[in-house]
């Protein structure tokens, strides 16, 4: 049972366009969602997060927008760039508990 | 410096081999897992372990089993090893900042093949 889902395998952009990153999730208890990176042979690396209360987060170039209504989450990257080249994960969990669900991951190739 | 180190990095072995995969952080957290990355790509948490407790998901067989031997370390091991085991096994590590809200801490990754 996936309760975190990212759809799109792949994605691929040009260097300087918007990569949008889309993930669905089907618990509505989940209440922490956050997204991380993961380059060939290394762990995922944690890129930014978001509470439940809120509807965006913003960090430099990195935007995660959370719509609860449609249960859906996005990234943003703008402007992308070719190092942002990697697989990046969705991720949710409930308040106080452990249990993490990642979706598969999508990979963005940002063409120079 | 290292925040979550796992070790080895490779691991090829039979069939009905016991195994172990270490893993260290340096960050000063106080829960530890360890997650399954299928073949699917998909990453399936085993175990979440600190000094209180040690939750381990239903699915996983118990043929593995986390030893802590301090609060900096949490081992995976694996007795009777099968061809399905293959897989990629991450390490993380997390400190609660606001209740139930954390950030996990990746290490590299420890890829188990059996043959």
């Known amino acids: 049972d996936q309760q975190v889902k990212q759809n799109s395998p792949s994605l691929s952009v040009q260097e300087g366009r918007i990569s949008i990153l889309n993930c669905d999730y089907t618990?509505?208890?989940?209440?922490?969602f956050l997204w991380y990176k993961k380059y060939p042979a290394e762990g995922p690396t944690f890129l930014i997060s978001?509470?439940?209360?809120?509807d965006k987060n913003e960090d430099g170039r990195f935007t995660v927008f959370l719509n609860k209504s449609a249960k859906h989450l996005s990234l943003h990257i703008v402007p992308s760039q070719p190092g942002d080249s990697a697989v990046y994960f969705c991720?949710?969990?409930?308040?106080?508990?452990?249990?993490?669900?990642f979706g598969a991951g999508t990979r963005l190739t940002v063409k120079p | 410096d290292t925040a979550v180190s796992q070790t080895p990095k490779y691991l090829v072995t039979q069939m009905g081999n016991d195994k172990s995969i270490k893993c260290e952080q340096n960050?000063?957290?106080?829960?530890m897992y360890w997650y399954k990355q299928d073949s699917k790509k998909f990453l399936k948490i085993m175990f979440s372990?600190?000094?209180?407790?040690?939750?381990i998901n239903e699915t996983v067989p118990n043929r593995f089993s986390p030893k802590s031997p301090d609060k900096a370390h949490l081992n995976l091991h694996i007795n009777s090893l099968e061809l399905g085991d293959s897989a990629v096994y991450f390490c993380?590590?997390?400190?609660?900042?606001?209740?139930?809200?954390?950030?996990?801490?990746f290490g590299p990754g420890t890829r188990l093949l059996v043959l």
């Open positions: 993380a590590s997390s400190q609660k900042r606001v209740a139930g809200q954390e950030t996990q801490y």
């Open positions: 618990n509505s208890m989940f209440d922490y």
């Open positions: 978001i509470s439940s209360i809120k």
């Open positions: 991720a949710a969990s409930v308040y106080n508990n452990n249990d993490m669900r």
């Open positions: 960050l000063g957290h106080d829960t």
């Open positions: 372990y600190n000094n209180k407790e040690l939750i």
